[in-house]
C-alpha cells in the first residue's frame, strides 16, 4: 500500500530535517551579491519581459530555490534574537477613522498595517495593498489592523486599490471583497480576470512604465520592482509584480510594494528627482541566502532609500506577520541601529505605529 499524503509529507518533513543537520547551510557571499546588483544595466528595466507564458526580471533571472532550499536554510538558520528583538511590536493608535473624518481636508498617510497604507492626495484615496484578514493564507496576524475595510469604505469613498502583486500578505481576497466603495482596482498584467471576481469595482491592469490618471490631478505610474508572483491557482511568475509613484501636484509617494534591491532605485531617482516619500518594505529577512533575491535587508532599503533621493523614508511589510525567520519587529529594530550607525538624520525616516496619521509635506515641506 502506497503512503497516505500526510505520511508522505512527515516523511519528507524528517528526511530535511536529518539532511539540514548534518550539512551546513549554502554558504551566501554578500558583497558578491551586492557587486551583482550593482553591476545591472539601467537599459535592462526596458527590456522584454514576458515570454513562453512567464514574466521575469530582465535584467537578473530569478534564482531557482523552492520549498526544499526554504525548509532546508530555515532549519538550519543561525541567526538569533534578543527577548527585545523576539517581542517588539508596533504600537496602535486609536481612532483612525474617527481622526479621519475630522480631517476633511489635506493629504496624509496612515499606515493600516504590512503593507496597507490609505494615501489622500489633491483629494483622491488611494489604498496600497489592503489587508484586513487575520491571517494571511497561513501566517496569523499578530497586530491588528488599525482599520477595518467596512471603515475605509466609510472614510474613504471611492478608494483607488493599488495591488502590487499576487502574494497572499499583499492581495487577500477577502479584504477586496470587503472594499464596497472601491472605484477602482490596479493591478499588474495577468490579474484582472482573477480580482474581476471579488466585487464589482473595474479593474485596470497596467504593465511596467503605463500610467493612467486618477481625476485630474493625480497620475498613476507603474514602474518594475524586482520580486516574483505565485499562488496556489497560480503558476509561478504567470503574472507580474510591480511597483508604483503617486504624483499629484505638490507631492510624488513612490510605493515599493515588495522587492529585492536592485538597479531600478537609482533609475527612478534619476526620473523622478522630487519623490516626497518613499514607501519601502523592511521585512523577510532571514535566511538571507534564500531571501536575499525577492527582499532587501535594511541596509538595502537604506541604499534603495538614497538611490530614490527622496525626501523621507516610511518602513512597510513589517509588524504584522511573521513571514520570514526573523521577529516581525525585528527590521524596525535593526533600522534604528543603522540609522545610528550611518549617522543618518531620524528626523527624515517616518517610522509609524499603527493608526499613525501623519499629515503630508508637498515638495516644498508646506
Known sequence: MKPRPLKQVLIF????????????????????????VLDEKEDSLYAPHFAEGKYFNPWMPREQGGFLRLLKMSLSEGTEYTEEESTFK???????????????????????????????????????DPIFSERALIPKRITPPAMKAREVNEVAPGVNVLISHNHYDHLDVKSLEALSGASRIIVPMGLKSFVEETGEAPIEEMDWWQNISIGDKVKIICL?????????????????????????????????????????YREYG??????????????????????HYAHMNVEEALDAFQDLNAKYFIPAHWGTFQISSEPPGYPVMELKRKIRERRLDPSRYKIMDLGTLLPVEDEHGK
Open 224 to 264: 518594475p520592482a524586482h520580486h516574483w508572483s505565485r499562488r496556489l491557482s497560480q503558476k509561478t511568475n504567470e503574472t507580474l509584480w510591480a511597483s508604483y509613484l503617486i504624483v499629484a501636484p505638490h507631492v510624488t509617494i513612490y510605493f515599493a510594494g515588495d522587492s529585492g534591491y536592485f538597479v531600478g
Open 13 to 36: 518533513i524528517l528526511l530535511v530535517c536529518l539532511f539540514s543537520c548534518t550539512h551546513n547551510q549554502p554558504s551566501f557571499n554578500e558583497a558578491l551579491w551586492r557587486q551583482t
Open 90 to 128: 508596533p504600537g496602535l493608535i486609536p481612532g483612525l477613522k474617527e481622526r479621519i473624518g475630522s480631517m476633511p481636508d489635506g493629504d496624509f498617510i496612515a499606515w493600516i498595517g504590512h503593507s496597507t497604507f490609505l494615501i489622500r492626495v489633491s483629494g483622491v484615496n488611494i489604498l496600497t
Open 270 to 291: 534619476r526620473l523622478f528627482p522630487d519623490i516626497t516619500y518613499a514607501i519601502i518594505p523592511t521585512t523577510a529577512l532571514h535566511p538571507r541566502a534564500f531571501m
